[in-house]
Each structure stands twice: as C-alpha cells, then as structure tokens.
C-alpha cells in the first residue's frame, strides 16, 4: 500500500462533498423527491374517486399501508446519526451504543423495504391480477413510484446530513 494505508478507496472524496451549500443543498433535494413521490399517490387517491374514474375501483386503507411503512422507515432511519454506528461505549452513555444504532437501522431498512414490497404487492394482487387497463392500473403503479421515490429520498437525506466536515466541531463531555 501507498502513504494512505488507512483508506479504503485509492481515490479521495471531492473538496465540493464537504460544503455546507451541497449539504443544504442534498437536503433540499430529499424533500423534494419525497414530496414528488408523495404528490404521485395523492394523485392517484383523488383521481380514483373522482368523476372521471371510469372503474369501481378505489384507493382504500390497503394502498396506504406501504407507503405509511415507508415514511416511518424513513423517520427511522434519519433520526440515526452515522457517528452513532461505529460509536464506544466511552463515546456515548450506555454500553452496546453502536449495535442498538445499527439495529434500530436495521429496523428503519426493514420499514422501507417491507413498504416497497408491500406496494409492489398491492399492485400485482389488486391491479395486475384482476387485468384491469391502464387509468385503473395507475392507482398501483402510482403507489409504487411514490414508495419508491420516499426510499430513494431517505437515502439522499441521510448521505446529505450525514456528511462529515473539515470544519465543524464535535464537542464532547
């Protein structure tokens, strides 16, 4: 190995990544793919009992399911921050500190995970199945963009407020 034996990747991380303005920025950029995946399903859910809903299908409590797991995934996984993952015992109060934080992620994966999955399973069992066309099979496929668009936002959101700066202060007691 070269003189940077303690890195893992031979190549280092952009000067731009650590800027408050890319943090704001990624930040910024979360909470708008979640709100572009919430509008997606919130525009499925008006349209099926609208008027112009040619079907008597309807968007019920089922279709809602996933993306409540995926939204609280998403409160999960964001309230743990990355130095809490590889934290002692001396850093933090309490013992097995890192494990609990990497369980408690583990769970908040699991959330999102289960409400992809879920809306996916909604959209084969009451859309796909029944082989109903295209205006009526928007109300699954809605469900999984918006499910999708939230787990991709959670990772934006993490990566962004997780960002480790040169210039910031980590005070300890």
Known sequence: MSSSSGKLWRFSRPQWMNNTTT?????????GIFSLGLFFFIDAATYSHSAKNGSNVHI???????GICSA???????????SRL?????TYSGTSVAWKARLVLFLGFALM???????????VLKYVLPDYSFPTLYFGV?????NSLIMLSSVVLWIS?????DYTYNLAL
């Open 113 to 123: 995970a289960g409400g992809l999955a879920g809306s996916v399973t909604v959209l």
């Open 72 to 82: 609280l995934g998403m409160l999960v996984i964001n309230s743990i921050e990355k």
């Open 86 to 90: 590889s934290a002692d015992s001396f």
């Open 142 to 146: 809605a469900n999984v963009i918006a």
């Open 161 to 165: 407020q997780n960002m480790e700066e």
């Open 23 to 31: 943090r704001t920025a990624g930040v910024y950029t979360a909470g």
């Open 60 to 66: 019920k409590f089922v279709d809602w399911i996933p």
